[in-house]
Each structure stands twice: as C-alpha cells, then as structure tokens.
C-alpha cells in the first residue's frame, strides 16, 4: 500500500513554511490515489509473480509440493510462481516473515503440521498460526515411513521396541528439525511406547538421510519421497507407515498401530496460506486455481512419482483440518511434556 506523506505539518527550524489549500490537498491525493495499485480483486489478480515460501530445504516434499503446484497454478492464473526456500526453526523463520509481509496475496507460505506443532510447543513465536494465516487449500499428504540403518538389528517395529528398552537413549534418530512433524512422530513414538530414544535435529530432510544412509543415526520417521528409493534397493530397512491406514504406495507395509503401538498416527500434510488480511476473493481465486491444478493428470502423476497424494478442497475444508490437527498435536505435545519453557 502506498503511503501519502501528509503535508500539514512541514517545518523548517520551527516554522511551517507551507500549507496546501483543500483545492490543491485534494487534487495531490487524487493523484496518489491513482498511482496506487488498486485493490485486489478476483477479475485482475495477479498481475504479476507469485511467491510461496517453504521453511523447508529444496528437494523436501514441501518443496516438491509448491513446485509442482506453483508450475500448474501459472496455466491457470497467467502469471509466474515461484518458490523461495527460508530454513530455519522448523519454517516458523518462513511463517513469521510471511505473516509481518504485504497482505496481497502474492507472497503466499508453505504451511503444514509443522507449523502447528510450533505453535503448540513454543510460547516465544514472533506470530500467531492461528490469527496471522488464512487458509487457501490443503494440497497434499504424503506417507512417514519410519526406516532404519542396514546396520541396525530390528526388521519390525517389535525389533526396534525391544532394542531401544534394552539400551535406553542409545538408538539416534534423527529428525528434520526441532518441532518439524518428522521430529514429533518421533516423540510421539517415545511417548506412547515408553522408550527413549535420543533425538537428533537437522535441517531439513538430506542432511538426515545422508547420515542414515552412512549408518551414522539408526533411524528416521521420513517423508517417503525422501527414502523410497534407497529402501527399494536395500540401503534402508522400513518398518511401517504412521498414517491410520496402510499406503496406497506400500500397501505392504503395516500402520504403527498395527505393528505394536495401537493409536499411533502421524499425517503428514502440506497447504497452501496467506497472511491474514489478505482479500477474499484473491483468497477464493488461489483456491480454485489450486484446486483444478490438483486435479489434472499431469500434476497426480508428478506427485505419484514422489509418493505424494493430491487433496484439494475449499478454504474451509482446510480450516476444519487444521482445527483437528492443532487438537491433536497440542494433546501429544502436552502428554509428552514438551511446551518450552521461558
């Protein structure tokens, strides 16, 4: 937005040297006026390139989702997106920059479960999730499977049960940063089962799957677009998914819950938002856009190939998400004792 300096009070050493008539104080709004950008709304927005933030590193499902949405939005819309990749704290670096930014929708984030785990666990966050973000749609969800180094003796979740009661903080595993969903699968793993296993924070996915792979950690409740393909060829050992039901692309592997934690689920989802304030109808127009790119062959099949489902929907049917995801994170977050401490 544009800001009109106002001319009522311009003083030298004291003295206002100039006062501008109403005539002339309105022509010179006028014109400010008209230079301008107008309001967004649905019938020009956008006239220009698109930014969505991910607070995750390049190559991570987050940011294979906004690339391959973005590319299929630009058909729709007309105009660039792009993605710019702010590391740091989980994405709560990309969130609260995005939250204090231009209220216009084209600077868009990356939001995800992540960011509701922050908010549950942090009281020192320089934004608030839930009043300074508007949801756009829910775009994808991919499976957590949770793997194991070659090295590590356990071919079950059973395995890895016994392995971390007999030697207690002993297994590492490690997680794509403090408070990232990768990082809570973990302790909720812990929580529920009782055990203790010693967690170990990177930034973001690679980091952890190059140690794995080097048999530095143990394991890895990973993003599976992150570890598929070394499991398919014997580097990595998976022993289950976190979703409530078993994958379309693992159907053979089973559900934690079923494999000795009963209960245990942990989604990993990935949604398009804007700052709050941002115009409805620029709000309604991402939507749809979002929503139809989800929806053509050529963008399912991009995701297919990543082990990435599509969902799409309204606003509020991301809202209504959100709401049962915060609920069901802050519990875990609570139960496992996690809330900082300031």
């Known amino acids: 937005m544009l800001k ?5 009070g311009i003083h030298t050493g004291g003295k206002a040297v100039t006062i501008l008539s109403r005539a002339a104080l309105a022509i010179s709004l006028a014109a400010a006026a008209a230079s301008a950008p107008a309001p967004a709304r649905a019938q020009d927005y956008p006239k220009s390139t698109v930014t969505i933030v991910s607070g995750f590193a390049p190559g991570s499902t987050a940011d294979v989702t906004a690339r391959i949405v973005g590319k299929a939005m630009e058909a729709k819309l007309g105009q660039s997106f792009i993605v710019e990749n702010r ?23 990356m939001g995800s479960v992540a960011n509701i785990v922050n908010a549950a666990m942090r009281s020192d966050l320089t934004f608030d999730f839930a009043k300074d973000f508007v949801p756009i749609t829910l775009l994808t969800s991919t499976p957590v499977v949770l793997v194991v180094g070659t090295e590590a003796p356990a071919k079950t979740v059973k395995d890895l049960l016994q392995l971390a009661k007999d030697k207690p903080d002993a297994l590492l595993f490690g997680s794509s940063g403090v ?22 924070p990177y930034t973001g996915s690679p980091g952890v799957v190059t140690d794995l792979l080097a048999n530095r950690i143990h394991g890895y409740f990973a993003p599976a677009n992150s570890v598929w393909e070394h499991v398919k060829v014997g580097k990595l050992v998976a022993l289950g ?38 115009p409805q109808a620029v709000i309604d127009t991402l939507s749809r856009a979002a929503t139809e790119a989800l929806a053509s062959e050529n963008v399912r099949q991009a995701f297919k190939a990543q082990y990435i489902s599509p969902i799409g929907g309204s606003p509020e049917d991301f809202r209504r998400t959100i709401a049962a995801e915060t609920e069901r994170w802050t519990a875990v977050v609570d139960a496992a004792g996690l809330k900082k401490k300031q």
């Open 4 to 8: 009109v300096a106002w001319p009522f």
């Open 87 to 109: 590391l740091g704290a989980a994405s709560s670096v990309a969130a609260a920059g995005v939250a204090r930014g231009a209220k216009d929708g084209y600077t868009l984030f």
């Open 179 to 200: 408070g990232s969903s990768t990082h809570l699968a973990l302790e909720q793993f812990k929580y529920t089962s009782k055990v203790k296993i010693t967690h170990v």
């Open 241 to 278: 998914v976190t979703d409530a039901r078993r994958s379309e692309f693992f159907p053979q592997l089973p559900t934690i819950a079923e494999a000795g934690i009963p209960g245990f689920e942990a989604a990993l989802w990935f949604g398009l938002m804007a700052p709050a304030g941002t």
